[in-house]
T-cell receptor, first 112, second 117 residues
Framework: NAGVTQTPKFQVLKTGQSMTLQCAQDMNHEYMSWYRQDPGMGLRLIHYSVGAGITDQGEVPNGYNVSRSTTEDFPLRLLSAAPSQTSVYFC???????????FGPGTRLTVL | QKEVEQDPGPLSVPEGAIVSLNCTYSNSAFQYFMWYRQYSRKGPELLMYTYSSGNKEDGRFTAQVDKSSKYISLFIRDSQPSDSATYLCAMRSHPSIIIQGAQKLVFGQGTRLTINP
């Protein structure tokens, strides 16, 4: 199993550009989440999904969209990038709400 | 006030020392408590997982939960340079609590730990 994979590893955007961060898991997990990690702030939940077709907002959802058309994939879309979205983004998946979360390797995003 | 508070450090100790890492929380509904270890430029990985109050030991690592004080700890015995990483506490409520957002995993800020040879 590859676990949780994320692409790209690094990305530089200009203010106003849009892009999609890809996340995929091959563990047949129902629950998937997106976090951003900033110095001194820890991991903050952006959006999460409890199954295909079901998504909900986390702590910091503004400026981000998600969809979940399959169990395996959970892409995160930045509609109009802002410098405040410069961060490291982690995707995670879990079999259930009381089970271990598995994290991907992260995407380092810089918005100029 | 954040739901979970963790001293970000940095914490630097000599090899072989006992390390104590701590988190406090405010939400009394939290019942599952986790410690994640994150090496530089990597994703977090689960280190310890405890349910409700009590102690759990795994090799050199011991996790303690005191729900009455809303306080959790991670102890590392005989610390090694390979233990140098950022340690994040995380917690969530019981799955039976059906309130929007109750299933979210809430993280502390993380403590950066360095073990010096």
């Amino acid at each position: 199993n590859a676990g949780v994979t994320q692409t790209p590893k690094f990305q530089v955007l200009k203010t106003g550009q849009s892009m999609t961060l890809q996340c995929a898991q091959d563990m047949n997990h129902e629950y998937m989440s997106w976090y951003r990690q900033d110095p001194g702030m820890g991991l903050r939940l952006i959006h999460y999904s409890v199954g295909a077709g079901i998504t909900d907002q986390g702590e910091v959802p503004n400026g981000y969209n998600v969809s979940r058309s399959t169990t395996e994939d959970f892409p995160l879309r930045l509609l109009s990038a802002a410098p405040s979205q410069t961060s490291v983004y982690f995707c995670a998946s879990t079999q259930g709400p009381a089970r271990e979360q598995f994290f991907g390797p992260g995407t380092r995003l810089t918005v100029l | 006030q954040k739901e979970v508070e963790q001293d970000p450090g940095p914490l630097s100790v000599p090899e072989g020392a006992i390390v104590s890492l701590n988190c406090t929380y405010s939400n009394s509904a939290f019942q599952y408590f986790m410690w994640y270890r994150q090496y530089s430029r990597k994703g977090p990985e689960l280190l310890m997982y405890t349910y409700s109050s009590g102690n759990k030991e795994d090799g050199r690592f011991t996790a303690q939960v005191d729900k009455s004080s809303k306080y959790i700890s991670l102890f590392i015995r005989d610390s090694q340079p390979s233990d140098s990483a950022t340690y994040l506490c995380a917690m969530r409520s019981h799955p039976s609590i059906i309130i929007q957002g109750a299933q979210k995993l809430v993280f502390g800020q993380g403590t950066r730990l360095t073990i010096n040879p």
